[in-house]
């Protein structure tokens, strides 16, 4: 078997949108690592996400069209909630959903917490990749649980795991 490679595992698909001007980020690093976390969390390689990279005053109507707050946020994760869109007939693409991050209000927490716009974007993406999944952090205990399991996303992937939330 010398000299052979072994094919890629088939991984689920990301589809990444840099729709900003404010941060430059590694889109192609950013979806690699949310196609990674995703198949690590068992997801099929025939379902597909959308990872966007939106900016803050988009990002502030949507944090206040689906959370009423008022003002941008780091990520929202929405998750596909047609039942038929996300199982499909057999073979078709599932859709999980959407991914959005805003890279502005990600590099000022970066600042905030003494890491790099790219170990926070990183952590932004794991934990959008979660949230598609059902992971909360509403109560402590779910907030703890989710914090682990980013943190052993970010190590897996070679990541910092050092602001894992």
Known sequence: MSGLIAPAAAVPEVQG?????????????????????LAAEGVPDNAEVSLVMIPVDEMSELNE??????????????????????????????LLGDIVI???????????????????LELLVVHGCLHLLGWDHEVDAEAEA??????EHLRRFGRSADRAR
């Open 102 to 120: 805003c890279p502005a209000v990600a590099a000022a927490n970066a600042l905030e917490h003494e890491v790099s716009l790219a170990a926070e």
């Open 17 to 37: 949108s840099d729709e900003q001007d404010d941060a430059s980020v590694d889109l192609d690093g950013l979806v690699a690592l949310a196609e990674s976390v």
């Open 146 to 151: 989710m914090e682990a399991r980013e943190a």
């Open 65 to 94: 069209a689906h959370r009423g707050k008022t003002g941008p946020t780091d990520v929202l994760s929405f998750t596909i909630d047609d039942d038929e869109a996300v199982e499909g007939p057999a073979g078709s693409v599932v």
